[in-house]
C-alpha cells in the first residue's frame, strides 16, 4: 500500500523506492552524514542509506510511527528519537474499535490488518549514536 521514495527535485524523478506494506506517515530525517530515519505504521524506525535506500538498520517500537524522528546533541553525543504511537485516519479502528470495512471513511477496510502488526499506545524512544 505505500512507499518511503527518495525524490531528485531537480530532475523530477524518484531516486529510489522502498516498498512498504501501509503508508508511510511520518517524517523523515536527513543526516549530513548520508542516513535517512524513518518511521511505519507498524512501529519500526528505519535507518537507510541515503543515495540507495538500503536499509541499514531498524528497530519495532511499541505502535505505529506518524510523528517526525529528531536528532539532538547533549554533551557531546547525538541522539536520534522518535515518538510512537499510530492515530489518525490509519488508527481509528484501532482508537475506536470500530470493525466495519466502511468506518471511519473507508479507514477500517484500507488499514484493517495494521491492527496485527501495532497498537494503540504512546512511547518515546531514544538512542544514542556511536562516536567515531
Request: hydrophobic fraction near 40%; charged fraction near 15%; avoid cysteine.
Amino acid at each position: 500500500m505505500g512507499n518511503f521514495i527518495a525524490w531528485d527535485g531537480k530532475k523530477g524523478k524518484i531516486v529510489w523506492s522502498n516498498k512498504e506494506q501501509f503508508s508511510v506517515w511520518s517524517g523523515a530525517l536527513a543526516t549530513a552524514g548520508g542516513i535517512v530515519f524513518y518511521g511505519t505504521l507498524e512501529g519500526y524506525l528505519k535507518a537507510v542509506d541515503a543515495k540507495s535506500g538500503k536499509e541499514l538498520y531498524k528497530f519495532k517500537t511499541p505502535s505505529g510511527i506518524i510523528g517526525n524522528v529528531m536528532t539532538y546533541e547533549h554533551k557531546g553525543k547525538q541522539y536520534v528519537a522518535v515518538l510512537s504511537g499510530v492515530g489518525g485516519w490509519a488508527g481509528i479502528g484501532l482508537a475506536a474499535g470500530l470493525t466495519n470495512s466502511t468506518d471511519g471513511l473507508g479507514a477500517v477496510g484500507g488499514y484493517a490488518a495494521l491492527s496485527q502488526y501495532t497498537a494503540l499506545g504512546g512511547q518515546l524512544t531514544v538512542f544514542t549514536l556511536p562516536t567515531n
